[in-house]
């Protein structure tokens, strides 16, 4: 199987390229810049084909896809700057990227006849209630141009396929590129304490775990819209484990203590509302959490939970010298 990815410069991208070759697929990577710029880690990204591309130009995306000619498109790339979306300045420019980029792609899936994923996010609903959302619901209501414009992409896939994966995630974080986890852990070197927002509620996506998730689905036809975060801790009656982790869904606040007590530090977090925090220019959801029961439904391994996630990431990071 051949597998054309978009993205490959950021952290799923990267992620995807690599669960490809273990399983012996052919990927050819692509992304905007001339040439690949990810972490040095001699993994199979590095090596593998690659196509410096800018999905907004049409032409360029039909020349590059159709060259090619892959079984499946893995659409990873995107604008994701989601404060940085709302500046007038830039909101052509995230639509042009995350709406009309992915019309570009699906158009030519279409036209040569192959399946596509396209990953999105919980941002296409209004964020509010305690309900997880269905990854079938749709009452959209994007709350911020981010939104609007992974929502815009979703419709360019849906309304332009027949065979498409629409995967929402949240919180994520890997090894090529900035994240939260790495945020906190450098934040916490330096300061004795942190106020980290405990009024959003979700799970954190570790794209190592996602990775293996997406080349799962591209292995069957089983399309459709499914939702794929890290699994929470079954739910106990104080809301904590033994580890005094947090059970079932968890607000930023709980990732960080999490993150602080498998990292060894000793930190203080306090938790503080999105309102007393205040920083955000892009209006955030207070409900991140998405209802992954599909998966099993539908036969595909979920992810692991997130405090094993965790524990995966820093070992990782730790070999990859982050904490030299």
Same mark, same amino acid.
């Given at each position: 199987m051949k597998v054309f990815v978009t993205g490959v410069n950021g952290q799923l991208g990267h992620d995807v390229m690599n669960e490809l070759a273990k399983r012996g697929y052919e990927g050819v990577g692509s992304d905007l810049a001339p040439e690949y710029s990810g972490i040095a880690d001699g993994s199979a990204v590095t090596t593998a084909p690659y196509v410096s591309l800018d999905i907004?130009?049409?032409?360029? *995306?039909?020349? $590059? @896809?159709? /060259? *090619? +000619? &892959?079984? *499946?498109?893995? %659409?990873?790339? $995107?604008?994701? #700057?989601? =404060?940085?979306?709302e500046d007038d300045d830039k909101v052509a420019a995230v639509r042009k990227v995350n709406t009309d980029g992915t019309q570009n792609i699906a158009n030519v899936a279409k036209e040569l006849d192959v399946p596509m994923v396209y990953i999105s996010t919980d941002y296409v609903f209004d964020g509010q209630g305690t309900t997880p959302w269905d990854p079938d619901f749709k009452g959209y209501k994007p709350m911020n141009v981010y939104g609007e414009t992974k929502l815009g992409g979703e419709l360019a896939v849906s309304e332009t396929l027949d065979k498409y994966?629409? *995967?929402?995630? $949240?919180?994520?974080?890997?090894?090529?590129?900035?994240?939260? @986890?790495?945020?906190?852990?450098?934040?916490?070197?330096? %300061?004795? /304490?942190?106020?980290?927002?405990? =009024?959003?509620?979700?799970?954190?996506?570790?794209?190592?775990?996602? #990775?293996?998730l997406l080349v799962d689905m591209i292995e069957t036809d089983k399309y459709g819209y499914y939702h794929a975060t890290n699994a929470e801790l079954p739910?106990?009656?104080?809301?904590? =484990? /033994?580890?005094?982790?947090?059970?079932?869904? @968890?607000?930023?606040?709980?990732?960080?203590? /999490?993150?602080y007590r498998q990292a060894g530090y000793k930190t203080k977090v306090t938790p503080v509302t999105t309102e007393e925090y205040g920083l955000s220019k892009a209006v955030r959801p207070f409900n991140s959490r998405l209802d992954k029961s599909k998966l099993e439904k +539908?036969?595909?391994? &979920?992810? &692991?939970?997130? &405090? =094993? #996630?965790? %524990?995966?990431?820093?070992? $990782?990071l730790k070999a990859d010298g982050f904490f030299d």
């Open positions: 907004t130009n049409a032409e360029g *995306v039909k020349q $590059a @896809i159709t /060259e *090619v +000619n &892959p079984d *499946v498109i893995v %659409h990873c790339a $995107a604008w994701t #700057a989601v =404060d940085l979306a994966f629409i *995967v929402r995630i $949240a919180w994520v974080f890997g090894l090529n590129g900035k994240n939260f @986890i790495k945020t906190m852990l450098n934040v916490g070197k330096t %300061h004795d /304490e942190v106020k980290v927002v405990s =009024d959003q509620i979700g799970t954190p996506t570790y794209t190592l775990d996602l #990775a293996r739910e106990t009656a104080s809301g904590y =484990d /033994e580890n005094g982790t947090k059970t079932g869904y @968890i607000s930023w606040y709980d990732f960080t203590k /999490e993150i +539908n036969g595909f391994k &979920p992810l &692991p939970t997130w &405090p =094993d #996630a965790v %524990h995966r990431y820093l070992e $990782a």
